[in-house]
């Protein structure tokens, strides 16, 4: 490539500075793409970290025994259904036999024509609560009407009533009638109701019938068990049952047992947290020829080391009240592939035939004597601790070498940058009295030139 000159005194190209300071900054250039290749790996990095992280997450949702464990219940008949709290429930199977419902103090008044517009008259409705406790409610003229006293009776939160308005749908010209009812059941809970004193109106308004509260009757494993709503907490610990039929003489069955379908989904969400980071170090250690090594992971100690801890986690012998273990004895083994599988079947089986032992293969023993002794849960998060913990991680200490080699290289950069910027100031000086010498040259040049009467050249003569 040819320089081309131009117009300047002394001429040389006019970005001779510009091309002496590109080749200033090739080192520059290399230093960057050495950061831009730390970069890859430190993301890199970061995403097995964040694979790691989330076994972690797996592992302590899973932690011990209550943790692991999953809980259902089932119930042999219709009268009854059953929600379960695994942190408080132990399986166990039990007879339950529902005599009575629970009710609470409840009246209907008679009918009137119209729930809007038939005035009731004005005055008192007095009740007395289960507690003894007397009210008094007034009726105004603006409420004197079914639908107005119910108003009045759901406005006060605190009467311990609640008011509603049917159409009873008995063919007749007055249909409409005024429900009021306690809100809460059992037979601590009866009311005295209320007695209607209403002057000048329409129609005359009573309650014609009423119902008082009763508890639940219920027989647990043959015994009588009475109980003040349908609802019950403390029958079977860690159970809540709904009772939503008295039939006396049907005896059903509520059966708390493990819940093998989730406790084999929660394995298998273990499985596959481990393999995401088996499966990303395979990646990074499938390598050819092709392969740049310097933005990639492949052959990292840092990798060989979490493959080599998650394999001893796999093959470690676990001590149990059955003899030692290890968790492929729960089908749970490493593949060709370099990934970990697990054998559902097998380990459905082993639940059913004795989920104790499973618990301590998985979540290890506890005893006041010997304290914990670590399960295959205890290793991994061994495993996971030991690349996350800081400072000294696998990962964590790896970011850190990533970390310093870029400020090192940052640090470089900018002193090179420096050194650059001060040779460009001073290449740019150096040039300008350059070009300042050789214009005052030339001026007298051409003095000289037209002294003499021409023919010299003393810019010429220079070379």
């Known amino acids: 490539m040819g320089i081309s000159f131009g117009s300047i005194n002394s001429g040389l190209p006019k970005n001779i500075v510009e091309q002496l300071i590109a080749a200033e900054k090739i080192p520059l250039q290399k230093m960057n793409e050495k950061k831009d290749k730390i970069n890859s790996k430190k993301a890199l990095l970061a995403d097995l970290t964040q694979r790691v992280e989330k076994l972690k997450g797996n592992i302590y949702a899973n932690k011990g025994d209550r943790s692991f464990r999953e809980l259902m219940v089932n119930v042999s008949g219709d009268n009854i259904t059953a929600?379960?709290?695994?942190?408080?429930?132990?399986?166990?199977?039990?007879q339950i036999e529902v005599t009575q419902l629970a009710q609470k103090s409840s009246a209907i008044s008679n009918g009137v024509e119209d729930k809007d517009n038939t005035y009731l008259g004005v005055g008192y409705i007095t009740y007395e609560l289960p507690n003894g406790e007397e009210k008094e409610l007034y009726v105004d003229q603006e409420h004197s009407s079914l639908s107005g006293i119910a108003k009045l009776i759901n406005r006060d939160s605190e009467n311990g009533m609640r008011a509603n308005v049917v159409n009873s749908g008995d063919g007749s010209d007055t249909p409409w009638k005024l429900i009021i009812s306690l809100e809460e059941t059992g037979d601590d809970n009866k009311a005295i109701f209320p007695n209607l004193y209403l002057v000048d109106g329409e129609v005359d308004i009573w309650f014609d019938s009423h119902r008082d509260a009763q508890d639940a009757k219920v027989k647990l494993d043959g015994f009588e068990i009475e109980l003040p709503s349908n609802q019950a907490t403390e029958l079977i610990p860690g159970v809540t049952l709904d009772l939503k039929k008295a039939k006396p003489g049907e005896e059903i069955t509520v059966e708390v047992v493990e819940d093998v379908g989730k406790i084999s989904g929660k394995m298998q969400d273990i499985v596959k947290s481990i393999?995401?980071?088996l499966s990303f170090i395979k990646e990074q250690n499938a390598m050819d020829e092709t392969t740049d090594t310097s933005r990639t992971l492949g052959g990292d100690i840092t990798l060989q080391t979490i493959e080599s801890r998650v394999r001893n986690a796999m093959f470690a012998t676990i001590n149990?009240?059955?003899?030692p273990r290890r968790i492929g004895d729960l089908g749970l083994t490493f593949q060709r592939n370099g990934l970990v599988e697990l054998d559902e079947n097998k380990f459905k089986v082993a639940l059913e035939k004795n989920y104790k032992e499973v618990s301590q293969i998985i979540a290890g023993i506890y005893t006041i004597e010997d304290g914990k002794t670590n399960g295959f849960i205890d290793n991994l998060e061994g495993v996971v601790n030991g690349a996350l913990k800081r400072p000294a991680g696998t990962l964590t200490s790896r970011k850190e070498g990533l970390n310093s080699k870029i400020k090192q290289i940052d640090r470089r950069i900018e002193s090179k940058q420096r050194q650059i910027d001060q040779k460009e100031r001073v290449l740019k000086a150096k040039f300008a009295r350059l070009e300042e010498t050789i214009s005052k040259i030339k001026s007298q040049g051409s003095g000289l030139a037209g002294m003499t009467g021409g023919g010299?050249?003393?810019v010429q003569q220079l070379g």
């Open 83 to 94: 929600n379960v709290d695994k942190n408080l429930a132990e399986p166990g199977t039990y």
């Open 456 to 458: 010299f050249n003393p």
């Open 320 to 323: 149990t009240d059955f003899g």
């Open 275 to 277: 393999n995401d980071v």
